[in-house]
């Protein structure tokens, strides 16, 4: 089973950008679905973004289109989240997850295998 360690987060302005990291162990990434998804302070969990084991295909909250870039190396077991014009209402713990079904999900039941999340903080 893959397991997925986040990195890349932290404290930036308004309008600014952060590129997340997603590390993955195991001898089968490619098989694996991705997803980052996001909690904020007494919020939800949210989906963010996915994309598919071949990174032919992805899906995209619309809160965060045309912003957030998604992509994946699996040569290197890597998934990227490139987060450009961040809001204030970016502000959360953003985790990686990793999925066997076949097709992107939107619900967090959808993935099995989750990373211990990276804060992202929005602020002047």
């Known amino acids: 089973q893959v397991q997925l360690v986040e990195s890349g987060g932290g404290l930036v302005q308004p309008g600014g950008s952060l590129r997340l990291s997603c590390a993955a162990s195991?001898?089968?990434?490619?098989?694996?679905?991705m997803g980052w998804f996001r909690q904020a302070p007494g919020k939800e969990d949210e989906f963010v973004v996915g994309i598919s084991g071949s990174g032919a295909s992805t899906d995209y909250a619309d809160s965060v289109k045309g912003r957030f870039t998604i992509s994946r190396d699996n040569d290197k077991k890597m998934v990227f989240l490139q987060m450009n014009s961040l809001k204030p209402e970016d502000t959360a713990v953003y985790y990686c997850?990793?999925?066997?079904?076949?097709?992107?999900?939107?619900?967090?039941?959808?993935?099995?295998?989750w990373g211990q999340g990276t804060q992202v903080t929005v602020s002047s």
């Open positions: 195991g001898r089968t990434f490619s098989s694996y679905t």
């Open positions: 997850a990793a999925g066997v079904r076949s097709g992107i999900t939107t619900s967090k039941y959808g993935y099995s295998v």
